[in-house]
């Protein structure tokens, strides 16, 4: 998505050769006009699907989220990572390993909100290891939901979750595919354009 790859390549900051900052837009400040225009690209490309819900995780996937399920007409339903006062049973868990954090931690959704009746679109912010994503589907899969794909703004080609998840049978639709992100510099897929 073009928009996307020129936000990033005017706005982006290379913290190391595996870490991309996006503050400016994404995960500190958001951009909504962006975040609208991303949501639309995610619905037409699951259009077709007959999605009944989008799931995601807090924090930094609710934005692009709502936007594709405001497109979608259809609700979001974000996993929480912290466990609420008021959410205590009934719930969907998985864990999830942070190769970046070196920490597991449980993530959960309430059996109020997904069930085996949702064809469920997973929309994330960002794609590394893919260790939230697998999360996301295992919850869907406990709920017996069936899963429509996975749509990422930005996934980080050279590191796993892409391959992880491709190589599962999932449809993984990536708006921004990075590279390389060595000598200080984002280096993109070449995009396909449907
Ligand atoms: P994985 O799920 O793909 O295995 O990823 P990982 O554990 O490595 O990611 C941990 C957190 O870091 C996630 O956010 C993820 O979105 C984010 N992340 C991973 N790589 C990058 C990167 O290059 N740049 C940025 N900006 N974020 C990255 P989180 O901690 O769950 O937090 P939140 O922002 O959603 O609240
Ligand atoms: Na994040
Ligand atoms: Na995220």
Same mark, same amino acid.
């Given at each position: 998505?073009?928009? !996307?790859?020129?936000?990033?390549?005017?706005?982006?900051?290379?913290?190391?050769?595996?870490?991309?900052?996006?503050?400016?837009?994404?995960?500190?400040?958001?951009?909504?006009?962006?975040?609208?225009?991303?949501?639309?690209?995610?619905?037409?490309?699951?259009?077709?699907?007959?999605?009944?819900?989008?799931?995601?995780?807090?924090?930094?996937?609710?934005?692009?989220?709502?936007?594709?399920? !405001?497109?979608?007409?259809?609700?979001?339903?974000?996993?929480?990572?912290?466990?609420? !006062?008021?959410?205590?049973?009934? !719930?969907?868990?998985?864990?999830?390993?942070?190769?970046?954090?070196?920490?597991?931690?449980?993530?959960?959704?309430? *059996?109020?909100?997904?069930?085996?009746?949702?064809?469920? =679109?997973?929309?994330?912010?960002?794609?590394? *290891?893919?260790?939230?994503?697998?999360? =996301?589907?295992?919850?869907?899969?406990?709920?017996?939901?069936?899963?429509?794909?996975?749509?990422?703004?930005?996934?980080?080609?050279?590191?796993?979750?892409?391959?992880?998840?491709?190589?599962?049978?999932?449809?993984?639709?990536?708006?921004?595919?990075?590279?390389?992100?060595?000598?200080? =510099?984002?280096?993109?897929?070449?995009?396909?354009?449907?």
């Amino acid at each position: 998505m073009e928009l !996307l790859i020129e936000k990033i390549k005017n706005e982006g900051i290379v913290l190391s050769s595996s870490v991309l900052k996006v503050d400016s837009f994404l995960n500190h400040q958001i951009d909504p006009q962006l975040m609208a225009e991303i949501g639309k690209e995610f619905a037409r490309r699951f259009e077709d699907c007959g999605i009944t819900k989008i799931l995601t995780i807090e924090s930094s996937g609710i934005a692009p989220a709502v936007m594709t399920g !405001l497109q979608l007409n259809v609700p979001v339903v974000f996993a929480r990572k912290r466990k609420s !006062l008021t959410l205590v049973n009934n !719930l969907f868990t998985a864990s999830i390993y942070s190769f970046t954090k070196e920490e597991t931690s449980e993530i959960s959704v309430s *059996n109020q909100y997904i069930s085996e009746n949702d064809k469920v =679109l997973i929309i994330d912010d960002f794609l590394a *290891n893919g260790q939230a994503a697998l999360g =996301l589907v295992e919850i869907a899969s406990k709920a017996k939901a069936s899963i429509a794909g996975i749509g990422i703004m930005i996934e980080k080609g050279f590191q796993d979750g892409g391959s992880l998840l491709r190589g599962q049978g999932y449809r993984v639709e990536s708006l921004a595919i990075i590279n390389s992100l060595e000598d200080g =510099l984002v280096s993109f897929e070449q995009q396909t354009t449907e």
